[in-house]
T-cell receptor, first 115, second 114 residues
Framework: AQTVTQSQPEMSVQEAETVTLSCTYD???????LFWYKQPPSRQMILVIR??????QNATENRFSVNFQKAAKSFSLKISDSQLGDAAMYFC????????????FGKGTRLSVIA | GAVVSQHPSRVICKSGTSVKIECRSL??????MFWYRQFPKKSLMLMAT?????????EQGVEKDKFLINHASLTLSTLTVTSAHPEDSSFYIC??????????FGSGTRLTVV
């Protein structure tokens, strides 16, 4: 079974600075997708960024980028120019590439942004 | 973009009663719906997967007779918590998949059983 590990329960960052959230995963599959979701206090799950395993290029969405190291099974999220609105729980998630399979979530990292 | 409407957002019920939670995909057809449960400050735990027109597949440890899932149409899936008890109090979230669209989450339901 696939597992997702987030080793940082909590992180903090100064406003306008950069922070990196760690995520590792374990799988024997070659076709899969990786995601970072943000869950603010409203608890609505918001997709931050998505990476297809077959793509070597790291995904980027504005201030959010990932460092996808397939061989190491690592998928970290970098948030640049952190803003107060970035404060939230961040979940790393894995999905098998075949069919409509559920997301497997890590335990999450709570990010605080300090003004 | 794709939207999943989940209702109610909050519900308080008495122990022993049943509660129904609805998730509707508003602008797309959800072939598969995933139901998650989230405890405070914890991650999302998959409860079951339902495909339209089929019986739901429950994860190990989830009581299928307590958590009834119906996915009778491509736009509506429901989760009914039957004979609710205080330990069923939690945050329940649905997530709809329609293949190419990826996943869209409902806004969640906070259930409190008193």
């Amino acid at each position: 079974a696939q597992t997702v590990t987030q080793s940082q329960p909590e992180m903090s960052v100064q406003e306008a600075e950069t922070v990196t959230l760690s995520c590792t995963y374990d799988t024997s599959e070659s076709d899969y997708y990786l995601f970072w979701y943000k869950q603010p206090p409203s608890r609505q799950m918001i997709l931050v960024i998505r990476q297809e395993a077959y793509k070597q290029q790291n995904a980027t969405e504005n201030r959010f980028s990932v460092n996808f190291q397939k061989a190491a099974k690592s998928f970290s999220l970098k948030i640049s120019d952190s803003q107060l609105g970035d404060a939230a729980m961040y979940f790393c998630a894995y999905r098998s590439g075949s069919g409509n399979t559920p997301l497997v979530f890590g335990k999450g990292t709570r990010l605080s942004v300090i003004a | 973009g794709a939207v999943v409407s989940q209702h109610p957002s909050r519900v308080i019920c008495k122990s022993g009663t049943s509660v129904k939670i609805e998730c509707r995909s508003l602008d797309f057809q959800a072939t598969t719906m995933f139901w998650y449960r989230q405890f405070p400050k914890k991650s999302l735990m998959l409860m079951a997967t339902s495909n339209e027109g089929s019986k739901a597949t429950y994860e190990q440890g989830v009581e299928k007779d307590k958590f009834l899932i119906n996915h009778a149409s491509l736009t509506l899936s429901t989760l009914t918590v039957t004979s609710a008890h205080p330990e069923d109090s939690s945050f329940y979230i649905c997530s709809a998949s329609s293949g190419s669209r990826g996943y869209t989450f409902g806004s969640g339901t906070r259930l409190t059983v008193v």
